[in-house]
Each structure stands twice: as C-alpha cells, then as structure tokens.
C-alpha cells in the first residue's frame, strides 16, 4: 500500500507510517520526500512505524540502498530516530539499522514497543 508521514506543528517529530507490502522504492522515495520537505528539521526526532508493513528485501543490494538513504536522512538529523517493526519484520528493520549505524554515528535503534520508542525519541532511554 505505501507510506504516509507527518511532522509536528512545532516541526520538531516526523512520524512516518508504512502500510500493507512496501517496496524498496516505496522506503527510498518516502524518505526523500520527508527530507526535501521544508518542515523537516535538524533538531527533529522520527519514528519510522513499520508495524503494519510487510517488506522482504530480495537482494543484499536493496538493503543496502535503503540503508544509505536512511543514512543521508539520519545525517540531516541530530536527534534519535526510532523504527518500529513487528516480530516479524523486526530482522530486515534491525539490518537496515545496522547497516546505518556502521557507516556513521548515528542514534537510530529498532523496537516492537511503540512506547519505548516514543521515549527513545525524546531522549528518554537506555
């Protein structure tokens, strides 16, 4: 189905929500469409909500790709950003994750909970 996003009034949350089977050009053209959006700011926190999604990767390659996307947007922020992902879809969103963190210092974590998440966000975690 796809994604749908939206950034607080203060600008300073993304919230981006990804329904139904989402492709690797879904993931890279949702993210760049939050990055060209003048509301988003580098003192924002996201949280990417995959719950809802289902995403099986078929290459090394797309994981990669969507991963140095992720990483360009993680650099335009100096706050948290969390991914929440079912059990289910919990690995492919923990390689993506791990794949960012490798390339840069970035503070981005994957979580089921909605909850910890959100705390994650503002700052608020382990």
Do not use: W
């Amino acid at each position: 189905m796809g994604f749908s996003y939206t950034i607080s009034l203060s600008g300073n949350h993304i919230q981006i929500v990804g329904i139904g089977e989402i492709t690797t050009l879904d993931c890279i053209e949702e993210i760049e469409r939050v990055m060209s959006d003048p509301r988003c700011r580098p003192d924002s926190t996201a949280l990417i909500d995959l719950r809802d999604a289902t995403y099986k990767p078929r290459t090394q390659e797309e994981v990669i790709h969507i991963a140095e996307v992720l990483e360009m947007f993680s650099s335009m922020m100096q706050n948290n950003i969390a991914i929440v992902a079912r059990r289910a879809t919990l690995f492919p969103a923990e390689i993506l994750s791990s794949h960012v963190r490798k390339a840069i210092d970035v503070k981005i974590r994957v979580f089921v909970d909605l909850a910890a998440a959100e705390a994650f966000c503002r700052g608020r975690h382990n």
